[in-house]
């Protein structure tokens, strides 16, 4: 399997819990590589208290890193964005224009505290839209509000939003509660495309054995939808609600 793109990755060093060094970056890319993801983009955190990064301090760990994949050779190719901490310092900076999109400026990665969504979360989705910029909700089966029910998901999916799997939680990497969760909205058909969220190379291994459990139960057409033409859409913002 090959031609994958991987949405959310954390192989920039130094700049978050991903990636301590270059070594581990170029080896977590390789190991994706050779998982089948022809594409990976970074997506270092941006939240702030935890993660201080603004979209300057992001672009130059990136540039830093991106000369070392080239001169390595061989690898995925890469490419910048950001998993936004959607908060409202962070969402005055997505619609202030000081954010890191996705590349093509279509869509953005969104991250919520994992309890629940905020209070205005639907209303600033909305706006996000309004402004032609697709919210991308970054893996929904750990949000603990989604356990019990995901009507609030699905609401926000009919309504224009999308939502991203991290693979690797299908089998159990983040504990069973959001396993179960993964399943059954992988079973309800909302999710538009998965990702690795790979922090570290191990992290790679429950990539591929997530890829092996959708191929297994769902088919190779559900793995071409979510780890090769969702991700595209998503890309190119032609994502339709």
């Given at each position: 399997?090959?031609?994958f793109v991987d949405l959310h990755c954390?192989?920039?060093?130094?700049?978050?819990?991903?990636?301590?060094?270059?070594?581990?970056?170029?080896?977590?890319?390789?190991?994706?590589?050779?998982?089948?993801?022809?594409?990976v983009v970074a997506t270092p955190h941006m939240r702030p208290g935890l993660f201080d990064n603004d979209a300057t301090r992001i672009k130059a760990a990136y540039a830093t890193m991106l000369a070392k994949v080239e001169a390595t050779?061989?690898?995925?190719s890469i490419s910048l964005s950001s998993e936004h901490y959607f908060c409202d310092l962070v969402y005055e900076r997505i619609v202030n224009g000081e954010a890191l999109l996705y590349p093509g400026g279509r869509a953005v990665l969104l991250e919520f505290y994992e309890?629940?969504?905020?209070?205005?979360?639907?209303e600033r989705l909305f706006d996000l839209r309004r402004r032609r910029i697709l919210p991308v909700i970054a893996h929904p089966e750990r949000y603990r509000s989604l356990?019990?029910?995901?009507?609030?998901?699905?609401?926000?999916?009919e309504t224009g939003t999308v939502a991203l799997l991290d693979v690797a939680a299908l089998v159990g990497k983040y504990g069973k509660e959001p396993q179960k969760c993964a399943r059954r909205l992988l079973d309800d058909g909302l999710y538009h495309a998965a990702c690795s969220d790979a922090h570290r190379v191990s992290d790679v291994e429950d990539v591929e054995d997530g890829i092996r459990f959708?191929?297994?139960?769902?088919?190779?057409?559900?793995?071409?939808?979510?780890?090769?033409r969702g991700p595209r859409e998503i890309l190119a913002g032609t994502v339709s609600s």
């Amino acid at each position: 399997m090959n031609g994958f793109v991987d949405l959310h990755c954390h192989f920039v060093p130094g700049i978050d819990d991903g990636a301590t060094t270059a070594a581990d970056g170029i080896a977590m890319l390789e190991a994706l590589g050779r998982a089948g993801f022809d594409e990976v983009v970074a997506t270092p955190h941006m939240r702030p208290g935890l993660f201080d990064n603004d979209a300057t301090r992001i672009k130059a760990a990136y540039a830093t890193m991106l000369a070392k994949v080239e001169a390595t050779g061989g690898l995925p190719s890469i490419s910048l964005s950001s998993e936004h901490y959607f908060c409202d310092l962070v969402y005055e900076r997505i619609v202030n224009g000081e954010a890191l999109l996705y590349p093509g400026g279509r869509a953005v990665l969104l991250e919520f505290y994992e309890v629940d969504f905020l209070p205005a979360a639907a209303e600033r989705l909305f706006d996000l839209r309004r402004r032609r910029i697709l919210p991308v909700i970054a893996h929904p089966e750990r949000y603990r509000s989604l356990w019990k029910s995901h009507e609030r998901l699905k609401s926000l999916v009919e309504t224009g939003t999308v939502a991203l799997l991290d693979v690797a939680a299908l089998v159990g990497k983040y504990g069973k509660e959001p396993q179960k969760c993964a399943r059954r909205l992988l079973d309800d058909g909302l999710y538009h495309a998965a990702c690795s969220d790979a922090h570290r190379v191990s992290d790679v291994e429950d990539v591929e054995d997530g890829i092996r459990f959708i191929e297994s139960k769902y088919g190779e057409d559900e793995v071409d939808f979510l780890l090769r033409r969702g991700p595209r859409e998503i890309l190119a913002g032609t994502v339709s609600s």
